[in-house]
């Protein structure tokens, strides 16, 4: 098979002719059709993730069809059309395993990361890992869904707040370009954030009832001149603008971060407690949460926004994404 390989960190992807992998125990080979290029596959190409062992086939969002089974998988069948996700560990030894969740955990098994992703034409996936795509859904469609929309979309769901309730989407990204749709499709008053006057038009097209442009306007102030949001969805990672939010949160609102910002984010205490406010992370999902996430996204109408590579262009691919230059998804097609 051709990969595009991690050979060193902050170098060039390589493209290389390597066996197609086997299947082990409880394993399934997916023939790759389409893998999203995100912001997260930085922690290979740039050597971010403590432990990392290059070299590294990246891709976490990763759909395609069935090709081979390994012993004891008795769930799929080959020829499905599935995908795979950020999975972060399945043994169930520990409760970050037993949650699917891509946290630091000596017996995580995570995409792209500590085992080879989708930046390939064949990988391997726990059958635990593997979700189901829906009839008719695009590979290129659905491949961003399993992390960016899934991500946003569970953060949503998972919210304390109703169909009716204000919600804020902050940035018009990768991420946020989901969320203003999910916001919308879940029935919520749907509030766009973005810097500057010309996001306007197509935050009102993805579905928002409002749009604020942060350069012109406090975003704080105008949230609360509408009630107060009952989430804000922060997806654009700048600390300092994600902890201007919080002063837009109504009563026992939370502020639902998604995006990697890395530098400390000055936040009063006081006014999370004098309104019973709070803030959480929130990272992907499991399995069974990106077959929701997708049966949702086709029922509803929500789709990516995306922009076409072939396997050996994924350095440009990833350059673009990192950039901020991509609308506003990058998927490599085998």
């Not at 086939?57 to 799929?76: P, S």
């Not at 954030?193 to 704080?220: M, N, T, V």
């Amino acid at each position: 098979m051709k990969a595009m390989v991690v050979k060193a960190a902050n170098q060039p992807f390589v493209l290389e002719e390597r066996p197609n992998p086997q299947p082990g125990r409880g394993q399934v080979r997916i023939k790759v059709h389409a893998c999203g290029v995100c912001h997260s596959d930085s922690f290979v190409a740039q050597g971010l993730w403590p432990g990392l062992q290059l070299p590294r086939i990246t891709g976490h969002e990763v759909a395609g069809t069935i090709d081979a089974l390994g012993d004891d998988v008795t769930t799929f069948k080959v020829g499905e059309r599935v995908g795979v996700g950020w999975h972060g560990g399945h043994d169930g030894t520990c409760p970050a395993c037993m949650r699917g969740k891509f946290i630091h955990c000596e017996h995580a098994m995570v995409t792209g990361i500590s085992a080879d992703g989708g930046y390939a034409e064949y990988m391997v996936a726990p059958a635990v890992a593997v979700a189901r795509l829906p009839e008719g859904m695009p590979f290129d469609i659905a491949a961003p869904l399993l992390c960016a929309g899934v991500t946003t979309f569970n953060a949503l769901r998972r919210s304390n707040v109703r169909p009716g309730d204000v919600v804020a989407i902050h940035g018009l990204g990768g991420l946020g370009h989901l969320g203003v749709q999910y916001a919308r499709a879940m029935g919520f008053d749907t509030v766009a954030i973005a810097r500057g006057p010309d996001k306007a038009d197509f935050a009102h097209q993805l579905g928002a009832r409002f749009y604020i442009d942060s350069e012109r306007e406090d975003a704080a102030k105008v949230l609360q001149s509408l009630g107060g949001a009952q989430v804000i969805l922060a997806t654009a990672p700048s600390a300092a603008a994600i902890a201007s939010m919080v002063g837009g949160l109504g009563i026992e609102g939370s502020l639902a971060i998604v995006a990697a910002a890395f530098e400390p984010m000055p936040i009063s205490g006081v006014d999370l407690l004098t309104h019973d406010q709070r803030i959480q992370g929130w990272a992907s999902g499991t399995a069974a949460d990106s077959t929701d996430a997708m049966a949702f996204s086709q029922r509803m109408g929500v789709k990516p926004m995306i922009e076409k590579f072939p396997l050996d262009q994924a350095q440009a691919a990833y350059e673009r994404m990192m950039s901020g230059k991509a609308r506003f998804r990058a998927v490599l097609e085998m």
